[in-house]
């Protein structure tokens, strides 16, 4: 036999017997060889588990992946990596039937689990916090799964391990319609990078309304920045106390400071008379349509439409 064969015949040797000959993957008797040996930081046998090395015989992208995470990082007594090699099977569980078997159906696979058992699997470790709602608030009950948003193996934001760069694009995948408004003339600062969506909501659960991190309602989640719109004034404007989504889209519109419409047509949506000062609330009415339309702007001269103090009274004059 010339040396050329023999070196062939040895190679497919040792792919049968690796239980991989199509593949040549080490997943077979030299991968289930390593899995024996495995024991725990105080020299016991781990039952039916196998250990990080094990898996990455086979798993290496994902692998070098979760071990620059912060699951990986086994200087950290909170993370798997520090639970005696068993990074991958803290989540996954024991691999043992799988390395015996090759078949996925013997160890847990996210991607076939439902949206609740992955959940259930990382909320074994992430209950605290900001995760402590997380158990039937608006995603939960939408069959949102904590890995529609995050990656263990393969994520692009290292803050929060998310599966895009940033937690705006991340909502974003979602929220379509909002993701639109964004994009227009009068906008939150979100393409600017100085806000995102959590800096208002809370994707992982509130008591508030629409998830919101802070306010048991719109207003109070508003001014809780724009403080200089919240009072107390003599006088308010029945809209704002009402709610600010009543003039404004807090996601954005083509309007100056993100108004639903422009002015004098976005008053007149309320002061529908056709007496000045019209309004629903006191039936006082424009005289004519012109003078609705003077100088193209209500707040040429209530300019404190926000609520004022002044002797003027409700008419919030400048």
């Not at 994009?183 to 909501?201: A, N, Q, V």
């Not at 809370?202 to 809780?224: D, I, Q």
């Not at 419409?261 to 609330?281: D, E, F, G």
């Amino acid at each position: 036999m010339t040396a050329f064969a023999l070196v062939c015949t040895m190679a497919i040797g040792v792919a049968a017997a690796s239980g991989h000959a199509a593949t040549g993957q080490p997943n077979g008797a030299a991968a289930r060889a390593n899995a024996a040996s495995t024991t725990s930081s105080t020299g016991a046998q781990t039952t039916g588990y196998v250990g990080d090395d094990t898996c990455a015989n086979c798993h290496q992208s994902q692998s070098e992946g979760m071990h620059k995470s912060l699951h990986g990082k086994s200087q950290d007594s909170r993370t798997p990596a520090a639970k005696n090699g068993q990074t991958c099977e803290s989540c996954h569980g024991p691999g043992q039937a799988h390395v015996d078997s090759g078949e996925k159906s013997k160890i847990k696979v996210f991607a076939a689990l439902s949206p609740r058992d992955v959940n259930a699997t990382c909320l074994t470790c992430h209950s605290k916090g900001a995760h402590a709602e997380w158990q039937g608030s608006m995603h939960d009950a939408r069959n949102v799964s904590c890995t529609s948003c995050h990656s263990v193996h393969s994520f692009k934001s290292e803050k929060a391990q998310l599966k895009t760069v940033s937690a705006t694009q991340t909502c974003e995948t979602c929220h379509k319609q909002e993701a639109m408004k964004v994009k227009k003339s009068g906008h939150m600062p979100l393409r600017e990078g100085k806000m995102e969506c959590t800096s208002c909501h809370s994707p992982h659960g509130s008591t508030n309304v629409r998830m919101l991190k802070t306010g048991n309602s719109l207003n109070e989640a508003c001014t809780s920045c724009h403080a200089e719109k919240r009072g107390p004034f003599l006088w308010e404007h029945s809209a704002g106390r009402e709610n600010c989504a009543s003039c404004h889209d807090p996601h954005g519109s083509n309007n100056d400071r993100m108004l639903v419409a422009k002015a004098p047509m976005l008053c007149q949506r309320c002061h529908i008379s056709s007496r000045h000062p019209a309004t629903i609330y006191d039936g006082v009415q424009l005289t004519s349509a012109s003078n609705r339309l003077v100088g193209r702007g209500c707040v040429n001269c209530h300019s404190q439409i926000h609520g004022t103090n002044s002797p003027a009274g409700n008419f919030f004059l400048r």
